[in-house]
Nanobody, 114 residues
Framework: QVQVAESGGGLVRPGGSLRLSCEAS????????MSWYRQAPGKEREWVGI???????NYADSVKGRFTISRDNAKNTVYLQMNSLQPEDTGKYYC????????WGQGTQVTVSS
């Protein structure tokens, strides 16, 4: 059974940083691309970025240059390093295999506020 568990969210001031983690199980992690998504209150969930099985990354324009995705295959974990956070980055963050029918995890809340 595929499971993901996001963690690392919290309250941070504008300009601050956070690192989110997503631990996955139930599939061959090292062979899978992983994406991060977020959902702000009252808005649809949006794609944040992706890391391929070989480590290549791509990001939404809104986070490019501020967010970095990495992975540790030994730990079945993908990370989202978020720098220069702004209030518009507030939302619940999720990870998931892209283009899969996996269930969403519980997400981790990120709140950027002064």
């Amino acid at each position: 059974q595929v499971q993901v568990a996001e963690s690392g969210g919290g309250l941070v001031r504008p300009g601050g940083s956070l690192r989110l983690s997503c631990e996955a199980s139930g599939f061959i992690f090292s062979s899978s691309a992983m994406s991060w998504y977020r959902q702000a209150p009252g808005k649809e969930r949006e794609w944040v970025g992706i890391i391929g099985s070989a480590g290549g990354t791509n990001y939404a324009d809104s986070v490019k240059g501020r967010f970095t995705i990495s992975r540790d295959n030994a730990k079945n974990t993908v990370y989202l390093q978020m720098n220069s956070l702004q209030p518009e980055d507030t939302g619940k963050y999720y990870c998931k295999r892209p283009t899969s029918s996996d269930n969403w995890g519980q997400g981790t809340q990120v709140t950027v506020s002064s």
